[in-house]
């Protein structure tokens, strides 16, 4: 069992920056490929960004490459995503996610049903 906590969301204006972090335990983090995924009003929940489980590989979403950054820090258990020059529509909750199975490339680690545990969620909002 892995349990996920997201934290760092918050309100932002347009153009401007967050961090989110998602602290884990219950297992070795070590041994999870780590994703964001986020999900606005009515629409579905949709792949943000991976990170492969020594960080050496990322994968991103069309929409926030350039933008967001993902990254991992296998000592205190957390991943992160940077997000910067952030849009109205980037507003979301987002969410963490730890996937036992490993992705090698974006079209596994988008997958949703790869990932086992997720987090309970951070709410983004960008304002106009």
């Known amino acids: 069992q892995v349990q996920l906590v997201e934290s760092g969301g918050g309100l932002v204006q347009t153009g401007g920056s967050l961090r989110l972090s998602c602290a884990a335990s219950g297992s070795t983090f070590s041994n999870y490929g780590m994703g964001w995924f986020r999900q606005a009003p009515g629409k579905e929940r949709e792949f943000v960004a991976a990170i492969s489980r020594s960080g050496g590989n990322t994968y991103y979403t069309n929409s926030v490459k350039g933008r967001f950054t993902i990254s991992r820090d296998n000592a205190k258990n957390t991943v992160y995503v940077q997000m910067n020059s952030l849009k109205p529509e980037d507003t979301a909750v987002y969410y963490c996610?730890?996937?036992?199975?490993?992705?090698?490339?974006?079209?596994?680690?988008?997958?949703?049903?790869?990932?086992?545990?997720w987090g309970q969620g951070s709410q983004v909002t960008v304002s106009s």
């Open positions: 996610a730890a996937a036992s199975r490993r992705f090698i490339n974006i079209a596994q680690a988008m997958g949703a049903d790869r990932y086992d545990y």
